[in-house]
């Protein structure tokens, strides 16, 4: 059996160390040791012998190799393990990390016209406007989803008491795009029409978890609000109201 008497650790610059281990050529062990001393090596494992006692005795030494001696005769010599990779090559590697922390789900304010002016002529009639594009982002990271709401309140006469039926304005779905090249597909996320001067308003964009992370403009087509008038519910005046959008974590 392969056996050591010693070891020896000479220090280096770079941190490693190269260990000499001393065979132990005693007794039986003469019988096993290298062919220019005359002994037989069939069931000579040097190298393994070496490793294992090195692990055993030296666990946390990082050496750059291992020599074996038997006297002053080099017997064997092995490279360390955290400078050997398969294939012969030879590589160092390192841990690097990076802190990313998300932002805040955002949608602009939007610009709405005034609708066209009426003249009342006994008939259903509807008037129209427009809406500015508008940008919606999702820096979160969170891959949540996100939603759009666009809500109006009841319009109503400042003058008077009077007001329009809810239920009379409708929003066509808008357009989307992106504004980054690394966003999500805009194509992804679904796109409504609805009418929106009523309590819960209209989701007019829902992005579903994993989908919409990036950034996008929303723009909505020339007269996309629809105003609609019927003879019975209206009165002369001048109406208002007030048309906001919102968006929302999650679908």
Known sequence: ????????????????????????????????FSTELGYKTEKLDVQKAALTYVKKHLPKVKFKQIKVMVGGILVATMLGSVLVVPGGNQASAADSSVGITGGQLGVDQITVGNFTAVVLNGKTQSTFTTINDFS????????????????????????????????????????????????????????????????????????????????????????????????????????????????????
Do not use: C
Request: no cysteine.
């Open 136 to 251: 919606v982002s999702d820096p979160t990271g969170s891959g949540a989803g996100w939603n759009v709401v666009m809500t109006a309140t009841q319009f109503k006469d400042a003058t008077t008491t009077n007001t329009l039926p809810l239920g009379s304005l409708t929003v066509a779905a808008p357009g989307l795009t992106e504004l980054d090249t690394g966003s999500s597909s805009a194509a992804d996320i679904t796109k409504r029409s609805g009418t929106i001067d009523t309590a819960t308003g209209t989701t007019i964009l829902s992005a579903q978890a994993g989908q919409g992370m990036g950034s996008y403009t929303a723009s909505i087509s020339p007269n996309a609000l629809t105003l609609k008038l019927l003879p019975k519910d209206v009165k002369t005046g001048t109406y208002t109201s007030t048309i906001t959008v919102a968006i929302n974590s999650g679908p």
């Open 1 to 32: 059996m392969v056996q050591f008497k010693g070891h020896e650790i000479n220090e280096e610059n770079n941190g490693y160390v190269e260990i000499i281990l001393h065979l132990d050529t005693s007794l039986n062990n003469l019988e096993e």
